[in-house]
């Protein structure tokens, strides 16, 4: 009886600790809050965007090594984009506006990286989150480029072309897949309804796994999901872990598409360029004079001072047949000043040139936010 009693007084003497604690974390948010106030009353009436990529990076990478554990180096970021959302958002509120609805993997990754403070905005389409972000209506618009396995994403790559917005952030999201619904066992499942993407990463494990269910396509996941929880056990959905507790969803099976090491990079666009001073990548578009080796002499530019391209991919240009505009990735910054005889350089090599924007290396985000 004494051992249980001195397991209890252990235990009270325990948490009472974690509350003398959580009352001193509680008193440093506030003055932490206190100060980002004051920043936002600094820049009141200044043009510039309150999200500073390379500044929040900084800060994480410098609270991870300093962090000695045993919290995990995920939780603690994770917790630090949440106080970075808040102050921005105590700075000035900004809208973000994504391909909706509410619940699809690109709400998913602008929440994992933006934070639960952001304004998040669902937009129909990609032409609608562009021209939101060109003509003002929104600060900030998080876009898709690329997938791992599926490549480019053609239309956002035209769309530069026709707006004028800036990439001030990238990031990428682990795209993984779960089967979920109404029913205690995928053997009740009579339909599976998801957006035609999961449908088809998932393919074959549904069909091994799943074999005689009607596939239903929809217009998005979330779309799907609110359907399995009105239709009922015989009705499932395909994506986002997070879509089981939004809808009330039993989880069926996890991690159920054919390939697992699946990524997305989103980007973070604005209407101006980023004012940072720190940056890792460039994105172009550039066109080249219809000459043979015109391509070829930009390129050995590029290996002349030493710059890695990452990404290289053409797309028709708009209203002339046979054109192409290039979009690159370029490991550098080409806003510094040390390569403003380079970039000069390169605007004679090319017959039109538009910087995208420079901005840092972006996080892995894993589904769910782990790192």
């Keep these: 009886m004494a051992e249980n009693d001195d397991s209890t007084l252990d235990l009270a003497a325990l948490r009472a600790e974690i509350d003398s604690l959580d009352d001193g974390i509680v008193d440093l948010l506030n003055r932490r809050a206190a100060i980002s106030i004051g920043v936002g009353r600094t820049k009141k009436g200044s043009p510039d965007t309150v999200f500073k990529p390379f500044r929040e990076k900084e ?3 410098r609270l991870a090594k300093r962090n000695p554990g045993p919290l995990p180096e995920s939780h603690l970021q994770a917790i630090y984009r949440e106080i970075m959302s808040s102050s921005r958002r105590l700075q000035r ?3 973000v506006v994504y391909l909706g609805p509410e619940g699809t993997f690109s709400y998913f990754a602008g929440l994992e990286y933006m934070g639960r403070s952001a304004e998040l905005t669902p937009k129909a389409n990609f032409e609608e989150i562009f021209r939101a972000v060109a003509d003002g209506e929104a600060e900030l618009g998080v876009i898709p480029l690329e997938n791992s396995l599926q490549g480019t994403v053609g239309q956002v790559v035209d769309l530069f072309m026709l707006f004028p917005v800036y990439i001030h952030a990238e990031l990428y999201s ?9 029913a205690e066992f995928p053997a009740d499942v009579k339909e599976i ?4 993407q999961p449908l088809d990463q998932c393919s074959g494990w549904l069909k091994n796994n799943m074999p005689g269910r009607t596939l239903v396509p929809t217009s998005s996941t979330a779309a799907a ?3 399995a929880a009105k239709r009922g056990p015989e009705v499932a959905t395909v994506g986002h872990i997070r879509l089981a507790e939004r809808y009330g969803l039993n989880i069926l099976a996890a991690h159920i598409e054919d390939l697992p090491d699946n990524w997305t990079r989103f980007l ?10 720190e940056r890792d990548k460039t994105s172009i578009l550039f066109t080249v004079p219809d000459k043979p080796g015109a391509l070829a002499e930009v390129l050995d530019s590029f290996a002349g001072r030493a710059i890695n391209l990452t990404k290289l991919e053409s797309r028709p240009l708009r209203g002339e047949k046979w054109k192409y505009v290039f979009f690159a990735d370029l490991e550098c910054d080409l806003a510094r000043m040390e390569y403003d005889s380079f970039l000069a350089s390169l605007r004679e090599r090319c017959h039109t040139l ?16 782990r790192q």
Excluded at 174 to 182: A, E, P, S, Y
């Design 174 to 182: 682990r795209i993984t897949h779960f089967l979920m619904g109404k």
């Design 225 to 227: 999901a609110e359907v």
């Design 268 to 277: 973070v666009i604005g209407p101006r360029p980023g004012t940072e001073t």
């Design 193 to 196: 309804h998801s957006h035609p």
């Design 93 to 95: 509120p900004e809208r």
């Design 354 to 369: 538009r910087i995208l924007g420079s901005y840092p290396t972006g996080p892995h985000l894993g589904a769910g936010g």
């Design 59 to 61: 800060v994480l990478e």
